[in-house]
């Protein structure tokens, strides 16, 4: 009960001052593109996150003081594509007694990607198993990256996409290495750029929330975009996790819909590439990169953010 009476009280300072900022963060709080995390039965949490070959990190509590621990993947994925050795965006989650990880493989601006799973039953040493057969080449309406894992009560489900056709999501067998159905469309922008990616899924109460990025995500030191064209964290939830997302206002996730849950606000530039945990001392938390604008804008300086999830509305708040 003083949980939920001080998320309200946050909620209510959030919606008249602005976002919340994010939990103070200590040790390595960069190298965190496209955060994934999970916490150990011992109580360490671990992060990882897009390049060198999936970059490890750990710490004693969710804000740090964080640490190095070397690659997941360190002679680079099974998979015969361009970028096998540059891992992208990680996804960790604990099934039965077995971590899994999932990975992209892919080139910048290109459709020959694949989504690929390590495993392991401690986090700190993987065994790669390649491509989970969720694969995308030119001419395809999606592409095959940024993929996660989710379990909606009865299957396994892989959201994954970006640009194109923007957001699919596919069944997964279990164990979930491999898919076992064709992909269905559940989110997509029709106009401009199609800038959506990053999906990740997540439960509360009796929805299914759809959490992804909208925007330009990288370069920022190089091509800033016009204000607000940079990435965010918006949402769409449903109660089937296959599809059927509408944002707070009720428009269709597959026709522009999206609510925004962060976005840039005082110091904090471009949000996203986000998840959420279920952490057992916080209750929900939303996990992301951005980029700290007083110490510059460039990929490598993205830090690792941390705000609380309050549901109580219905729909996800930081603060």
Not at 84 to 89: G, I, Q, S, T
Request: aromatic residues 14%; contains cysteine; charged residues 15%.
């Amino acid at each position: 009960m003083r949980y939920s009476i001080f998320a309200s009280l946050l909620s209510a300072v959030t919606t008249v001052y602005g976002y919340a900022n994010p939990m103070a963060c200590t040790g390595i709080c960069t190298n965190a593109h496209d955060p994934a995390l999970i916490r150990h039965k011992d109580g360490t949490y671990w992060r990882f996150s897009t390049g060198g070959k999936i970059a490890m990190h750990s710490a004693p509590a969710i804000t740090g003081p964080w640490t190095y621990k070397g690659a997941a993947i360190p002679s680079g994925s099974k998979i015969n594509l361009a970028g096998r050795n540059d891992l992208w965006a990680p996804d960790v989650t604990l099934v039965g007694s077995t971590y899994y990880l999932y990975y992209t493989v892919s080139s910048f601006g290109s459709q020959n990607s694949a989504i690929g799973v390590a495993t392991s039953t401690n986090l700190k040493t993987w065994t790669d198993h390649g491509s989970t057969g969720i694969t995308s080449s030119a001419g395809k309406n999606f592409n095959a990256i940024d993929g996660a894992l989710y379990w909606d009560g009865s299957k396994f489900v892989m959201s994954y996409g970006s640009f194109w056709n923007d957001i699919f999501a596919v069944n997964m067998a279990n164990p979930p290495l491999k898919s076992t159905s064709g992909a269905a469309n559940i989110a997509f922008k029709p106009s401009g750029t199609h800038a959506q990616e990053g999906p990740f899924i997540a439960k509360n109460g009796n929805y299914h929330y759809l959490f992804f990025s909208a925007g330009q995500c990288c370069g920022f030191d190089k091509n800033r975009p016009a204000r607000g064209q940079e990435y965010k964290i918006q949402v769409c939830r449903s109660k089937s996790a296959t599809g059927g997302f509408v944002d707070k206002a009720g428009k269709s996730c597959t026709n522009g819909g999206g609510t925004t849950v962060l976005e840039s606000h005082g110091y904090v530039y471009g949000p996203g590439g986000q998840g959420v945990y279920y952490d057992p001392k916080l209750g929900p938390v939303l996990y992301y990169h951005y980029v700290d604008t007083r110490v510059g804008y460039a990929d490598g300086m993205k830090r690792f953010g941390i705000n609380r999830l309050n549901f109580s509305s219905g729909w996800p708040v930081v603060v």
